[in-house]
């Protein structure tokens, strides 16, 4: 199975000066561990966690001040549509990280998560059985 068959196409679009609040408001409300960070004053895309929203406000910060820019990886690991779920796997495990923005040509067609993987996985697994 391939990258684009467990993507979600659906992705959450944030901008630069969202605050680390207003972020996590829109992760939670829909359930989503992650959202692209696009800034058109910058180079290339970028995502913000819920795991960096935790790290900030651990460290203190005030959620509604700190802006998604100064929170966020610009250094993406970016996957292809055509990989397959263990090249995304194996690219998750490598990095220590849970999500890989899928990119063709400079285009964001999705994400994919660990949960993503997992949920395949858990289907083939279960299909294998019967």
């Known amino acids: 199975m391939r990258v684009r068959d467990a993507m979600s ?11 680390l609040r207003q972020a996590a408001q829109m992760m939670s409300t829909r359930r989503i561990g992650s959202a692209i960070v696009i800034d058109p004053d910058s180079e290339g895309v970028g995502i913000m ?3 960096d ?10 959620p509604d001040v700190e802006h998604t820019s100064a929170h966020l990886t610009w250094d993406v690991v970016y996957a292809s ?6 090249e995304a796997a194996v690219a998750m495990a490598r990095g220590g990280f849970r999500h890989l923005v899928v990119l063709q040509e400079s285009e964001v067609l999705g994400i994919i998560s660990v949960r993503d993987i997992m949920r395949v996985w858990a ?8």
Do not use: C, F, M, Y
């Open 53 to 62: 929203v935790l790290n900030a406000i651990g460290r203190g910060l005030d």
């Open 81 to 86: 549509p055509d990989w397959t779920l263990e």
């Open 9 to 19: 196409s659906q992705v959450l679009v944030v901008g630069p000066e969202h605050t």
């Open 123 to 130: 289907q083939q697994h279960t299909a294998s059985k019967v």
């Open 49 to 51: 966690t819920e795991r």
